[in-house]
């Protein structure tokens, strides 16, 4: 739609919207901060070294990224969760892993927004116009895939539960059980990935849908309740998620690299 904007003593002239605050720095920011992760996270699972802080320093610590391993190729021995499912596996361990949470965060409903407004501009801001002719919703490829995040959100929930083993796992010191910093970072990424994906839309339909009156459920209503309270807080529950991953797994390499000493508390 063409919009005009009026200018005392010069007349009319065209405008691509009507806004005059900087509209533009939030989509800015969120695709900054989309790329940054995209380019860190990808570096990462194709760096299949120090991903894992052993005996050698005295820790047990595994990136969530490359978390649990199924393949022969993390070098765990007896520590952390190590199935040793596929042993003809020739690449990165991570690449088995990465696609699950990928596949729920891509398709999540704030990253949805996050990334089309950022990356798309459909559309950039509120109240300003989109530069697209033309739009087909998610019912065509490759938006098609959309659909598929209540699946993404049964095979995403596993993982919390298997970086908070890992946290556990980490407690483990060659003279028996402590708490030092990477246990902290293990811990708190566990717990704020699994308050995310408790934070889910799809989490929200699986506690209260299907029901044409809460009465008939309510123990399903109070979880439900509980969930639409972390669901107002999504967003934020995204990012710092989002950026603590990248975090937990950049600590677990600077401790195995050596690079970084991990205090220990007790």
């Given at each position: 739609?063409?919009?005009?904007?009026?200018?005392?003593?010069?007349?009319?002239r065209?405008?691509?919207n009507?806004?005059?605050?900087?509209?533009?720095?939030?989509?800015?920011?969120?695709?900054?901060?989309?790329t940054?992760?995209?380019?860190?996270?990808?570096w990462?699972?194709?760096?299949?070294h120090?991903?894992?802080?052993?005996?050698?320093v005295?820790?047990?610590?595994?990136?969530?990224?490359?978390?649990?391993?199924?393949?022969?190729?993390c070098g765990?021995g007896?520590?952390?969760?190590?199935?040793?499912?596929?042993?003809?596996w020739?690449?990165?361990?991570?690449?088995?892993?990465?696609?699950f949470?990928?596949?729920f965060?891509?398709?999540?409903?704030?990253?949805r927004?996050?990334?089309?407004?950022?990356?798309?501009?459909?559309?950039?801001?509120c109240?300003?116009p989109?530069?697209?002719?033309?739009y087909?919703g998610?019912?065509?490829?490759?938006?098609?895939?959309?659909n598929?995040?209540?699946?993404?959100?049964?095979?995403?929930?596993?993982?919390?539960i298997?970086?908070?083993w890992?946290?556990?796992k980490?407690?483990?010191f060659?003279?028996?059980?402590?708490?030092?910093l990477?246990?902290v970072?293990?811990?708190?990424?566990?717990?704020l990935?699994?308050t995310?994906?408790a934070s889910?839309h799809s989490?929200?339909?699986?506690?209260?849908g299907h029901?044409?009156?809460?009465?008939?459920g309510?123990?399903?209503?109070w979880?439900?309740k509980?969930?639409?309270f972390?669901?107002?807080?999504?967003?934020?529950?995204?990012?710092?998620s989002?950026?603590?991953?990248?975090?937990a797994d950049a600590?677990?390499?600077?401790?195995?690299s050596g690079a970084?000493?991990d205090?220990?508390?007790?």
């Open positions: 739609m063409a919009v005009t904007a009026v200018q005392a003593g010069r007349g009319t065209p405008a691509q009507l806004r005059v605050d900087r509209w533009w720095l939030q989509p800015a920011l969120t695709a900054a901060g989309l940054a992760f995209v380019i860190y996270s990808t990462s699972t194709f760096t299949p120090d991903f894992y802080a052993g005996a050698s005295g820790r047990h610590y595994l990136s969530p990224f490359y978390s649990p391993c199924i393949t022969n190729r765990l007896n520590q952390g969760v190590s199935w040793h499912l596929i042993n003809w020739p690449f990165s361990a991570a690449i088995l892993m990465v696609p949470p990928l596949m965060r891509g398709t999540c409903y704030y990253y927004k996050a990334y089309y407004r950022s990356f798309w501009f459909s559309p950039p801001a109240a300003v989109e530069p697209h002719g033309s087909t998610e019912s065509r490829f490759p938006l098609l895939i959309q598929l995040h209540r699946y993404a959100f049964y095979l995403t929930i596993p993982f919390p298997i970086l908070l890992e946290a556990i980490a407690t483990q060659d003279n028996g059980r402590g708490l030092a990477g246990t970072v293990l811990f708190v990424n566990a717990i990935l699994g995310y994906l889910c989490g929200r339909h699986l506690c209260g029901l044409k009156a809460m009465s008939q309510p123990t399903r209503y979880i439900w509980k969930v639409s972390l669901n107002e807080h999504h967003m934020g529950l995204a990012w710092v989002l950026i603590f991953v990248g975090l600590y677990v390499r600077l401790v195995a970084l000493h205090p220990r508390f007790f």
